[in-house]
């Protein structure tokens, strides 16, 4: 009995989570109708869920994310065509099983570039025609600039980099263009996108392939923060530098950390948290959605990457740096699916 998150933003952007199919019965389906009106899979529709084989196409996680968003009239995000990460290997080996990116022939470089270019389109057009009319947003590319750039612009030298270099990209997108439904938006994603050098590698990527006629229609910021970073300002003007090229921005993947990085010491469990970080955290929060609402005609949803302190792949990376034990706490509802002070921070 607590005001419902999306109707506190109805008329600026929607309200997301990330969800597994697990998730879509019991309370957490209860919080999701009650507190969102987007929903988006945690890791339901990655490649290496969707195509585990070449050919063999396995969609059945995938469309109960779809079956829910629609019974519940929900909007859908896709996350997400392209990744370096959660990607079967038979993407990157040639027909003999050898890896792409060790050829050194370049004969044979043109023609393993060819058929990955082949395998994107494929993937990217099996799986655009099967949900052209369920989805809203979808996620072509994800983390396509790299943290720490020495050379090539800062884009990341990924697989898909190394044998296709951007054309992996156009192509992901041409075919998503081509396939998708025409109110459908197209979003280049990642994190970090707040700070330099990274934003501004990521803008000129996207400005290049704009110019090039590249059907891209914004950019998801993943939005992997901490209470004390990045700054407001930084966020702020990363989403006008993006507005600027006439794009769309969405928060595709929000969640607060507790904890700088990496995220060493930890709290053991969540009853070791203090109020005076839940209350940091809120102070956050409130800042973070009064951004968001000055910036609302820029940002079409905001998503936060699950539901409830319950579940967060924080949670793993707290446990990895601090021998096994570690809890965060990034979200606006606990653990016992009650509101924290960082949900009233939002809604007041
Ligand atoms: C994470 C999921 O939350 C985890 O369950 C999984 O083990 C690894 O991937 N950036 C992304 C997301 O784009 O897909 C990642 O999701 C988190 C970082």
């Known amino acids: 009995d607590v005001p419902e998150l999306d109707k506190r933003y109805e008329n600026s952007f929607d309200i997301g989570a990330a969800v597994e199919p697990s998730q879509l019965e019991g309370k957490d389906a209860a919080m999701l109708k009650h507190h969102y009106n987007s929903i988006v899979a945690e890791n339901a529709m990655k490649p290496i869920n969707i195509q585990p084989e070449e050919g063999r196409f396995n969609f059945e996680e995938a469309d109960k994310i779809v ?23 038979w ?52 983390e396509t600039i790299d943290d720490n750039p020495q050379n090539s612009r800062g884009l990341r030298e990924s697989p898909w980099y190394q044998i296709t270099g951007t054309d992996y990209i156009k192509v992901a997108f041409e075919t998503a263009n081509r396939h998708a439904g025409k109110n459908a938006k197209l979003y280049i994603n990642d994190y970090n996108t707040e700070v330099e050098p990274k934003r501004t590698h990521l803008y000129n990527l996207i400005k290049d392939l ?73 102070d956050r929060y409130n800042e973070l959605f009064e951004l968001y609402e000055e910036l609302d005609d820029k940002i079409s949803s905001v998503t936060f990457w699950g539901i409830t ?16 034990v570690g809890k965060d706490a990034p979200f606006v509802f606990g653990p016992d699916y009650k509101v924290k002070p960082a949900f009233w921070a939002i809604i007041d």
């Open 210 to 282: 704009l110019a090039q006629g590249v059907p891209i229609d914004g950019v998801g910021h993943q939005a992997h923060i901490q209470i004390g970073w990045p700054s407001i300002q930084e966020t702020r003007d990363s989403i006008n530098m993006f507005a600027g090229l006439g794009l769309d921005n969405q928060i595709t993947e929000l969640d607060v950390s507790l904890y700088g990085w990496p995220p060493r010491p930890a709290f053991k469990t969540y009853e070791e948290i203090p109020d005076e970080v839940f209350k940091a955290q809120a």
């Open 309 to 324: 302190d319950n579940h967060t792949w924080l949670d793993d990376r707290a446990r990895e740096y601090n021998d096994g």
């Open 91 to 142: 993407f990157f080996l040639d027909k003999d099983g050898n890896k792409m990116i060790d050829e050194k022939d370049p004969k044979q470089r043109e023609k393993n570039k060819k058929l990955l270019l082949k395998r994107v389109e494929t993937h990217v057009k099996t799986v655009v025609k099967r949900y052209k009319n369920d989805v809203a947003s979808w996620d072509v590319v994800n």
């Open 67 to 89: 079956k829910f968003a629609k019974e519940n009239n929900m909007e859908l995000r896709f996350h997400t065509l392209i990744w370096h990460s959660q990607v079967p290997d």
